[in-house]
């Protein structure tokens, strides 16, 4: 395979490079699923094929990404004397390009930072304009409005915060300069990139997007349809922004012609303008957390779990369910080697994950929100996790299902707060890279629903192309009150970081202090079970990242158990129902990216389900 010797500028080889990392699209590690897709209510992008991935053995470092071409990026970068943020900063503009419909410079981000045993949380997630209220997503009648009709216009885009975090961590953990890291998503732009059958396949299937004239013009053919897979695709407008801000950094996302034309698309929507504004833009500020970190016990051996704190629900809700599942008999079934359960978790297994899943999104549906907006239960998030509550709820387990659960209590509330009900969450891309000085980044990244608002920005208004804007205010709770009128702790407020499921991870061996498992994935509110999954089957299980990457997916936010489809046999599906859960099959697309540290090395791992590899020496 060729290869780029630092950020080489010579067009012809840079193509090359491009044409055969696509290849690998083409030719093995992802093929396009046939095209009469629906798009499933609880999955925030459609399937688009299952190709069986290697997996990946790395000696110094490995970056791990949803795109070929994104994980070259970071390569490259880690190859120059990068660290893991200065990969980062390369893969998320590349994915901004060839994978416009999950992640870019239009949306957020939350990122772990691990140096040593010092883990950062760098919060670049999307806040409510100034002038929202929390009738945003009511109808006249003060219904809740349709899904689609909230999210297709201006109504539903947060201030972007994806560049102004990405340049604080940069400022913190970098190495290289700023502007370098801009180099290949530039390249890519304006040299052209080969769309890929994931692309191409969601392109297809999107009612909305093709309806705003910008990405039309980019996307598709005069006759509506997209452009083929292995079109090269160019984007001029996205390589003139991408040079701004190498130049002069996050202002240029805050003010100046690019923010001007951010809102102006925004607020001159012919149908569902929004109310973002210069000031919302220019106001913006990333925050620096404190990661969420807890205590986890696998086989005799001690953990610590890190992740996203609020405004994500993603580390609360996976500690809650790994701590409950520990005082269930499910602690102690294996991963079947034998019979039709081979390689796939048990009916009894699943029933009691199902039902700590189900305790854990009650406490979530009350209790989770912005900080900054919502005070914890009982003082402080860790209530939630502590062992004898997780002890407690976990005695609320029987042998049938609950099937509705109810949040727990904890301390006295500061504000009473209501119980939100269900609604769907869509979104994103997720990058897990650890350097040569083992310096670990997760980040979970989006536009929330596939191609966000559905509206394209082309910010000097020439060429064709530009970047999508998110719809993630569609993640706050539409209706802002419970059916007892109290209000949500996730309801719409000016100023506000609506809640999330992203669950970017990093796991240390207590012993001696190292990462030992990088994870994350896209996948709405089903990115807590993505991720849980894989960190079972890795801590608890024994497998390498790739086979806990591969093991079926499944979970419960409610209700019906959902089964990735065709995944589990038929005796599993009737033992629980004949145990009182209501299942469902259902696409399950996870993204998963993953990076585990064993004797031999580093062993990554990507999702079958979407076209990630992983890369590094």
């Given at each position: 395979m060729p290869v780029i010797t630092g950020f080489t500028s010579e067009s012809m080889s840079f193509r090359r490079r491009a044409m055969v990392l696509t290849g690998l699209l083409l030719a093995g590690l992802c093929h396009a699923a046939p095209l009469n897709y629906t798009i499933p209510d609880t999955q925030p992008e459609i399937a688009s094929g299952y190709q069986a991935k290697p997996g990946w053995l790395t000696q110094k470092y490995a970056v791990a990404a949803a795109n070929p071409l994104a994980t070259d990026a970071g390569r490259q970068v880690l190859a120059a004397g990068g660290t893991a943020m200065d990969a980062a900063v390369a893969v998320q503009m590349v994915l901004g390009l060839v994978e416009p419909q999950s992640s870019g410079i239009g949306g957020g981000a939350f990122l772990l930072y691990g140096k040593g045993q010092q883990v950062s949380a760098y919060d670049g997630r999307e806040v409510a304009p100034a002038r929202v209220n929390e009738r945003l997503f009511l109808t006249a009648d003060g219904k809740p409005m349709a899904f689609n009709d909230a999210v297709v216009g201006g109504r539903s885009?947060?201030?972007p915060g994806v560049v102004?975090?990405?340049?604080?961590?940069?400022?913190?953990?970098?190495?290289?300069?700023w502007a370098d890291l801009f180099k290949p998503a530039i390249m890519l732009a304006e040299h052209g990139f080969p769309v890929s059958p994931r692309l191409y396949a969601l392109l297809k299937a999107d009612p909305f997007l093709k309806q705003d004239p910008v990405a039309a013009a980019y996307f598709y053919q005069p006759d509506g349809d997209p452009h083929p897979v292995g079109f090269i695709l160019k984007n001029q407008p996205y390589a003139d922004a991408l040079r701004l801000i190498a130049a002069k950094g996050r202002l240029v996302m805050q003010t100046g012609p690019i923010a001007k034309a951010m809102v102006a698309k925004v607020q001159g929507h012919p149908t569902n303008p929004g109310t973002l504004s210069l000031s919302d833009l220019a106001n913006y500020r990333p925050v620096k957390r404190e990661a969420f970190c807890s205590d986890y016990q696998a086989k005799a051996h001690e953990y610590r779990i890190c992740g996203f704190p609020p405004p994500s629900?993603?580390?609360?809700?996976?500690?809650?369910?790994?701590?409950?599942?520990?005082?269930?008999?499910a602690r102690d079934i294996p991963l079947p080697q034998a019979g039709a359960e081979a390689g796939l978790p048990t009916a009894e297994w699943l029933h009691d994950y199902t039902e700590a899943s189900r305790l854990a999104f009650a406490d979530r549906a009350k209790y989770l929100g912005d900080p900054d907006f919502v005070s914890p239960p009982g003082g402080s998030w860790y209530a939630l996790v502590a062992p004898d509550y997780l002890a407690a709820r976990a005695k609320l387990i029987g042998e049938n299902s609950m099937s509705t659960a109810l949040p727990g209590q904890l301390g006295t509330e500061t504000v009473a707060l209501g119980i939100a009900a269900a609604q769907p969450e869509y979104g994103t891309s997720h990058i897990s890279i650890i350097d040569a000085e083992g310096h670990a980044l997760s980040m979970t990244t989006t536009v929330e629903a596939q191609f966000g608002a559905r509206q394209m920005v082309n910010p000097f208004g020439k060429g064709v192309g530009g970047f999508l804007l998110n719809n993630q205010l569609t993640d706050f709770n539409f209706v802002p009150n419970d059916d007892a009128g109290l209000p949500t702790a996730n309801r719409v407020q000016p100023g506000k970081r609506p809640r999330s499921s992203m669950s970017p991870?990093?796991?240390y061996d207590k012993q001696n202090g190292?990462?030992?498992v990088n994870t994350g994935s896209p996948g709405g509110a089903l990115i807590i079970h993505f991720t849980a999954k894989t960190l079972y089957g890795m801590l608890n299980w024994g497998l390498d990242a790739q086979s806990a990457i591969n093991l079926p997916n499944f979970g419960a936010t409610g209700t019906p158990v959902l089964l990735e489809t065709g995944r589990f046999p038929v005796g599993t599906l009737d033992?629980?129902?004949?145990?009182?859960?209501?299942?469902?099959?259902?696409?399950m697309t996870s993204g998963l990216q993953a990076?585990?540290?064993?004797?031999?090395?580093?062993?990554?791992?990507?999702?079958?389900?979407?076209?990630?590899?992983?890369?590094?020496?």
């Open positions: 885009v947060g201030v102004p975090m990405l340049e604080m961590a940069h400022k913190a953990e970098g190495r290289l300069p629900s993603g580390a609360i809700a996976i500690a809650q369910i790994l701590g409950m599942l520990s005082h269930t008999p991870t990093l796991v190292q990462v030992v033992w629980l129902k004949a145990h009182g859960h209501e299942v469902k099959e259902i696409e990076i585990g540290r064993t004797a031999n090395g580093l062993s990554g791992g990507a999702d079958p389900r979407r076209e990630g590899v992983v890369m590094g020496e």
